[in-house]
């Protein structure tokens, strides 16, 4: 458990005392935020805050790992790492994304083909390779069946998960990316759910059946609960120490450098935790926010009427009338009952299974 402890103090420690000057190297740099016209015009005052803050939690998380490994001695693991490269891969992307906005002065960053190009190549090496490198025995970072608190169903092949994956990868990161729109809200919510998955990684662990002849009923098929909850320790310290400077009035916004590379993560861990459904869950805040510009496009394109006023769902309030830090705490409320009723339904799956 002190891995655990560890990676969360180093991943806090570093984005506390790295973020400041990376907004100092960005300012100095000119790389501030664009501000779209057609958004509520409170963000006007924003323009020109450093952005690609994502380099600074992506960095953190990533030498946190490393260092506790290091520290206590303990060996890195394939879904450990593997998630990490996930995360890094769609922050890389991101970055892509980001570098063309601010350096090339074009507004929407990357063509959407590249930009899809690049999610899609990330996303599909994970999923492939998370079907790799067996333990003794036998078990592979990811498994090929859908899982809400444990595997369930039949086995839907290699190509199915891929695809499956795929949907995952791509709809977390886009969910965290619409969410990015207020100072502080992105992060706060994947501090919450990153938690979530630090206790899941322990319960799983404590409760894994490579601890036969002493496991129980309803164990867990998890190869290595205890090192995702260590990388979800770093995230949840790294995006912690980040929110300091993040929160309103922000000095630094994580643009999609950090965006994707969030939603990268949460996916990572929801596959090879064996919760993928329950991620729904445990985001539903990303969810509820992506949900909201699906309706809002559909109910456009078919009647030609909106249902928020602006889409997605935050920015509906801010018009409203309702402050920036007044969504923000109020949105952190429900993600944080999400957690809640995420973590309730994991316990309960795991009595019942008893």
């Known amino acids: 458990m002190k891995q655990i402890l560890f990676s969360g103090m180093i991943g806090l420690f570093l984005t506390l ?27 006007g005052s924003k323009k020109g805050t450093p952005t690609m803050g994502g380099i600074s939690f992506i960095l953190a998380t990533i030498i946190a790992y490393a260092l506790t490994k290091v520290i206590t001695s303990s060996d890195p693991t394939f879904s450990g790492v593997l998630v990490l490269f996930l995360f890094a891969g769609m922050g890389l992307v991101g970055f892509l994304d980001d570098y063309i906005k601010i350096v090339k002065q074009r507004s929407l960053g990357l063509r959407a083909k590249a930009k899809m190009a690049g999610q899609l190549i990330v ?47 791509l709809a977390m990161s886009n969910g965290v990316n619409l969410t990015d729109g207020l100072d502080g809200l992105a992060t706060g919510a994947s501090v919450m759910v990153f938690g979530a998955y630090t206790f899941i990684g322990i319960w799983q662990y404590q409760e894994s059946c490579a601890n036969l002849p002493t496991a129980g009923p309803g164990c867990y098929e998890v190869r290595d609960p205890l090192d995702l909850a260590v990388v979800a320790s770093a995230l949840m310290g790294a995006c912690f120490g980040f929110l300091w400077w993040n929160t309103s009035p922000a000095k630094i916004f994580m643009g999609d450098t950090g965006s994707l590379a969030l939603g990268g993560a949460l996916a990572g861990l929801a596959i090879c935790s064996r919760t993928e459904l329950l991620l729904a869950v445990l985001g539903g805040l990303f969810v509820l926010i992506t949900m909201s510009v699906v309706i809002q496009v559909g109910s456009f394109r078919m009647t030609g009427k909106r249902v928020f006023r602006m889409a997605p769902l935050q920015h509906h309030f801010e018009l409203k009338g309702w402050s920036e830090v007044l969504v923000v705490v109020r949105f952190w409320i429900i993600q944080g009952m999400c957690v809640i009723v995420g973590l309730g339904i994991f316990y309960g799956g795991w009595q019942a299974a008893k």
């Open 123 to 169: 996303g599909i090496a994970f999923a492939v390779l998370s079907l790799q490198f067996a333990d003794l025995r036998g078990a592979t970072p990811a498994s090929d069946r859908l899982s809400f608190t444990q595997d369930f169903g039949w086995q839907i092949g290699p190509v199915l998960f891929v695809i499956w994956a795929l949907f995952m990868i």
């Open 17 to 43: 005392i790295g973020t400041p000057l990376l907004i100092k190297l960005l300012a100095k740099k000119g790389y501030g935020q664009f501000i779209r016209d057609d958004g509520p015009r409170t963000h």
